[in-house]
């Protein structure tokens, strides 16, 4: 097993060339407000104190200082807080097989979500990753991974990314990917983390996920999946660790079938609307079409028969 690893401080944050021509480096302004304020102590009470103190006259030399009143209890901004209920409503099964497409709700027409990290976060303060090929045993065993899938364990590698998350923090995330293509999306997310392109989570995607009813309000921005192509029985290229599915919420899948209309997430239908500017989305002019096309991969947006906007992969499939 190796491990490689790879940090830059935020100030120096760097990546290839072919990339960093894809990424807005965003600034960050800092505002100091300082504040002073005088006064002189009162003179203890003694015994020659009279009880009516005559009224003291004001220094000429001190300059009154207006109160300074309590700030108010600072608010989160719209859709920056997920709801309690997120991931709990199961939705009833439509005839395309897949959850019914619902109109999106109030909280989620503004997502700017930011879910706890589930792994420790790598050292540093700018972009940093670590790579170990093959994935440890411990991390296939909360994956979607098994003795069927078209991928052997060995040729998995687990990655770690720094990535900026809509709170304008540093967090990390991790993939599990084909080995051979490791590198080159450490390439892809460094120059994502440089454009302060905003993700909501980035996990490893378990057996669970896959059997759990709908609820289309995921947000998982993952790479392998053990699955086969939606409403196929071929092997996606997620089971293959050669694909990546980027905030699919902001992003969604969207198709017209003879069942009616998909949309995956079911929830996500104000984001089909591919004119809005959101954070979080992904257009063909922004940084991370940019950035896969760099290595080569291709774009879902790009589909003719369908748009599948949150997904990249080797292949173009």
């Not at 100030?11 to 006064?39: E, F, H, K, M, Y």
């Not at 029985?233 to 694909?243: K, L, M, V």
């Not at 992904?282 to 096309?293: E, K, L, M, Q, S």
């Amino acid at each position: 097993m190796s491990s490689r690893a790879t940090s830059l401080p935020m100030a120096q944050a760097t990546v290839q060339p072919s990339v960093r021509r894809a990424a807005a480096a965003a600034a960050l302004g800092l505002a100091v407000l300082i504040t002073g304020c005088t006064g002189t102590a009162p003179t203890p009470p003694s015994a020659s104190t009279p009880t009516s103190a005559p009224t003291p006259t004001p220094d000429p030399t001190v300059q009154p200082t207006a109160p300074v009143p309590e700030s108010p209890t600072a608010q989160p901004a719209p859709g920056t807080v997920p709801p309690d209920w997120l991931g709990t409503r199961v939705l009833p099964r439509a005839a395309t097989g897949f959850g019914e497409v619902r109109r999106t709700p109030r909280e989620l027409r503004n997502r700017r979500f930011t879910l706890p990290d589930t792994v420790a976060p790598l050292p540093g303060d700018g972009f940093a990753s670590r790579v170990v090929d093959p994935a440890p045993q411990r991390v296939l065993r909360r994956s979607t991974w098994d003795p069927a899938c078209p991928i052997g364990a060995d040729e998995l590698a687990w990655v770690r990314v720094a990535f900026r998350g809509f709170d304008g923090e540093r967090h990390t995330g991790e993939l599990l990917v084909a080995s051979d293509v490791a590198d080159d999306l450490v390439e892809v997310f460094g120059a994502l983390f440089a454009a302060d392109f905003p993700l909501e989570e980035m996990r490893v995607t378990t057996k669970r996920e896959q059997t759990l009813p709908p609820t289309g309000d995921g947000n998982n921005t993952t790479a392998f999946n053990c699955r086969p192509v939606r409403g196929q029985t071929s092997w996606s290229e997620h089971a293959y660790g050669r694909a990546v599915d980027i905030n699919p919420f902001h992003n969604p899948y969207v198709r017209e079938t003879d069942a009616g209309l998909v949309v995956l997430p079911e929830r996500a239908a104000a984001y089909v609307d591919r004119s809005r500017r959101a954070p979080g989305m992904v257009h063909a002019d922004g940084p991370v079409v940019a950035a896969f096309r760099a290595i080569g991969w291709g774009w879902g947006g790009d589909y003719r028969s369908l748009k599948d906007y949150q997904h990249f992969s080797a292949t173009g499939r």
